[in-house]
């Protein structure tokens, strides 16, 4: 596939054309100078006069569409009959649906999912809840909550625009662990409300992943539900993040030669996921770890008003660096951007040491394209599924859940999130591992499997499992 391809959408445009007018060539070849690549044509109808096609162009951006449809409406004998985006048709009344496991097919049926007979089953968790478990959703069911206030990179868009990323989020949930997943877009950003809202639908799930909550709210939300709540509550932004960048870290140190204990790491975003990020690499062993926010390196001799600023201050930049980005990433061994999009340049990473690692982790615009820089980096990772080296939380939150929902895990620990991390890692041999290849993609059907018991192993041990599942031990013997 071509750059073109890999870093655009594509629109099919719908066109009636007169066939004494015109020939499919000098349509194709219009569309091909304004840009646009045909990439499939599908004939519609076609008579002796009139010929109906739809034509699927690749493009690199909106900007383009207009330019190829101006270009199309220019020709004689055509007309455009519609154009549609094949990423907006595929959103067209939302992504996912509820289905039943069973049909209804008679009374009897009836009487048993609901109405009179379903009332037994419900007497029967009012006297024991813990069977709520069994005998409902529950089991199976987590809540995929955000209040969209930190959507992706794109800020603070609300509950209504955030909808889609969480759709996608119940998509990735069933697709790739078996989990059926709720999207949950609250209409307010105010900390106790969330808190008393998800506090008061938790009965039906499983385990709570909060998504794209801004900080600092975001700490205060988690560490509350997680007291107040017997099942998990797992901002992924924050801990799904963070055990997929140290897994790919592992990986890319590991094929650099150089140490995590020794490496200066420079985090750009102290926002949800840099902070999380930065705790998992504290706690691995970095020593040398300087985060970066609008007003450039967090030190410990300034004041911040976040005090979320002020401890992570204390915690890291060990020689008290100060400055901006540019300033900073001098002679540092890794990048690590969870911020906005386009914020380094080719001339910082030419200031890094020597094998520079740059994970551009930002959505949907990493800090700097890959192209970019290409030839001066040892390696190179993006949140992005279309470039290699995807350190994206999907990742993590499938077989994560999967693991909590079958053993019953009360919480998430720091123990299971390494374990999650270790089993990601882990699933590239030494042989596989290159500059193109530190962490597995998120088609490996065995990373899920793996997570899972490892994660399961981690909850037993630390007595966060409530059950533990009868295959647990049979498949860790086989893995
Ligand atoms: N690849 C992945 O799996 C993930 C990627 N992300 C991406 O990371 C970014 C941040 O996400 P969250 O932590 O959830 O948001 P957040 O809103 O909690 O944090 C963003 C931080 O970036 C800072 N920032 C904004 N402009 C900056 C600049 N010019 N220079 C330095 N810092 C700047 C903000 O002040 C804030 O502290 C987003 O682009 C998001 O898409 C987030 C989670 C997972
Ligand atoms: C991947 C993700 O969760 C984000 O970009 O916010
Ligand atoms: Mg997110």
Not at 91 to 117: A, C, F, M, Q, W
Not at 142 to 156: F, I, K, Q, T
Not at 162 to 186: N, R, S, T, Y
Request: aromatic residues 4%.
């Amino acid at each position: 596939m071509n750059q073109r391809n890999l870093d655009g959408n594509s629109i099919i445009i719908r066109l009636e054309m007169t066939t004494k007018d015109i020939k499919f060539g000098e349509v194709a070849s219009a569309i091909s100078e304004a840009g646009g690549d045909i990439i499939a044509i599908d004939v519609i109808s076609t008579n002796q006069d009139v010929s109906v096609r739809d034509l699927t162009v690749a493009v690199t951006d909106s900007q383009d569409n207009s330019k190829i449809i101006d270009a199309v409406r220019e020709l004689k004998g055509v007309s455009i009959v519609n154009v549609s985006d094949r990423t907006f048709l595929l959103h067209l009344g939302g992504k996912i649906e509820v289905t039943p496991k069973t049909p209804i097919h008679n009374r009897e049926d009836l009487s048993r999912v609901y109405t009179p007979d379903v009332a037994r089953v419900c007497s029967a968790i009012a006297d024991e809840p813990g069977k709520a478990f069994s005998l409902t959703i529950k089991r199976n069911t987590v809540a995929v909550v955000s209040d969209g206030s930190a959507v992706l990179g794109l800020g603070n868009i609300g509950p209504r625009a955030a909808m889609p990323v969480m759709e996608g989020k119940a998509m990735l949930f069933k697709q790739f662990a078996g989990v059926d997943a709720f999207p949950i877009c609250l209409d307010t950003q105010d900390t106790e409300e969330i808190i008393r809202t998800v506090k008061a639908i938790s009965p039906a799930f499983g385990g709570i992943n909060l998504e794209d909550i801004s900080s600092p709210r975001c700490f205060e939300i988690e560490r509350r539900l997680n007291e107040e709540l017997d099942i998990p509550v797992f901002h992924d932004d924050q801990h799904g993040t963070a055990v997929v960048l140290y897994a790919g870290l592992i990986n890319a140190l590991k094929l650099v030669g150089k140490s995590i204990t020794d490496v200066k790491i420079v985090v750009c975003g102290i926002g949800a996921a840099g902070v999380a990020c930065s705790n998992i690499l504290l706690s691995a062993g970095a020593s040398r770890l300087i985060g970066v926010d609008r007003e450039g390196a967090l030190v410990r001799t300034q004041t911040y008003e976040s005090e979320v600023w002020t401890d992570y201050a204390a915690r890291t930049n060990p020689e008290l660096e100060t400055g901006s980005l540019r300033d900073v990433i001098r002679d540092a061994d890794v990048f690590i951007g969870l911020s906005r999009g386009n914020l380094l340049s080719r001339e910082d990473v030419q200031s890094m040491a020597a094998d520079p690692i740059v994970f551009a982790m930002a959505n949907p615009v990493p800090e700097i394209m890959p192209a970019e820089v290409e030839d001066i980096v040892a390696v190179m990772a993006t949140g992005r599924s279309d470039y290699p080296n995807q350190i994206n939380n999907v990742l993590c939150f499938p077989g994560m859940f999967r693991a909590v929902l079958d053993c019953r895990a009360t919480e998430i620990n720091e123990e299971m999130k390494l374990a999650a991390a270790k089993a990601i890692a882990a699933a590239i041999s030494d042989e596989e591992r290159s500059r193109y290849y530190i962490i597995p993609s998120v088609f490996n059907d065995k990373v899920v499997k793996a997570m899972r018991n490892r994660i399961v192993e981690a909850a037993v041990k630390t007595g966060v499992a409530r059950r533990v599942p009868r295959e647990q031990t049979r498949e860790s013997e086989e893995l």
